[in-house]
């Protein structure tokens, strides 16, 4: 089961013969906020646990909101999420260090840009989809548009070089035709991929599909795969900080999953 056809196509390329099926994620819909002229500001919002995002966040300030700011020197942005670290944005003009907050709406309702300049991970970005999902244009890398079928210009725009980021963050902040036209189509596209509706006709095929299929035979040696791998790599399960278990695990996955490909079993992987 993936959450997203480009995960399920990245494995049948490996393994073609995995019988897979696809569960789509389901978007929490929003208000659509204020009007262009009634929003101002830019949003990084992550949970700042995440390797991916700390990286996300430190190119931005190194890279991209420098360029930003020389284009607008007003333009403000507000890091949002989980554990905001100490330092972050400390320095920088414009940023505005927010952190937790228990509601997200009234963020996404009064702020102009989602900024999301992933460079790695797998998967959906489930920030991206919020910010879309309430009428919020995104600004987002390759990676960061990973799973969601977005097309550039028309329900998000994508860029990957700071230059190009930078460029298209200022041009939909001072574009409100632009702006008015991506939010749109953005929220959308939520609606029609992501929704509740959506995620009822997938399941109804997957539990027609699952009703004809043949069982596996048992396998007496068959152990599961978190099993095993807490068997091989024991710090999974007793690795100290115990925060930095679940990162320990998921690499343990992996390496395992290399493994099993060397040994060309890539149904095991």
């Given amino acids: 089961m993936t959450i997203s056809e480009d995960d399920r196509n990245a494995f049948l390329r490996v393994a073609p013969m995995l019988v897979t099926g696809r569960m789509p994620m389901i978007a929490t819909i929003g208000s659509e906020g204020g009007t262009f002229p009634e929003r101002s500001g830019m949003l990084f919002l992550a949970n ?11 190119w931005m300030l190194a890279e991209i909101w420098p360029r930003i700011r020389a284009q607008i020197p007003t333009a403000a942005l507000a890091l949002v999420g989980n554990n905001l670290p100490a330092d972050l944005g400390a320095e920088e003009k414009g940023v505005l260090r927010v952190g937790y907050v228990a509601d997200l709406d009234p963020v996404f309702a009064k702020c102009r840009v989602a900024l999301s300049p992933v460079r790695f991970g797998t998967g ?17 890398t390759t990676v960061g548009a990973d799973g969601m079928a977005l097309r550039h210009n028309e329900t998000a725009l994508i860029a990957d070089t700071p230059q190009e ?8 902040y001072g574009d409100e035709n632009l702006w008015e036209r991506i939010a749109r189509q953005g929220r959308e596209h939520i609606l029609e991929y992501f929704s509740e509706q959506r995620m009822r006709e997938v399941v109804r095929v997957l539990i ?8 596996k035979a048992y396998e007496p040696d068959f152990v599961w795969p978190y099993l095993l791998v807490e068997k091989r790599f024991p710090e999974v399960a007793s690795g100290e900080p115990a925060t930095q278990r679940l990162f320990m695990r998921m690499a343990r996955y992996v390496s395992l999953a290399e493994e099993f490909l060397e040994q060309r079993e890539p149904a095991r992987a």
Avoid: Q, W, Y
């Avoid at 959906?124 to 987002?140: C, E, F, Q, Y």
């Fill in 208 to 215: 027609e599909h699952a009703r004809h299929m043949k069982p």
């Fill in 165 to 172: 980021f930078a460029g298209a963050a200022a041009r939909i």
């Fill in 48 to 58: 700042f646990d995440n390797p991916a995002n700390r990286d996300a966040s430190d």
């Fill in 124 to 140: 959906i970005k489930t920030k991206n989809l919020s910010a879309l999902a309430h009428g919020v244009p995104l600004v987002t």
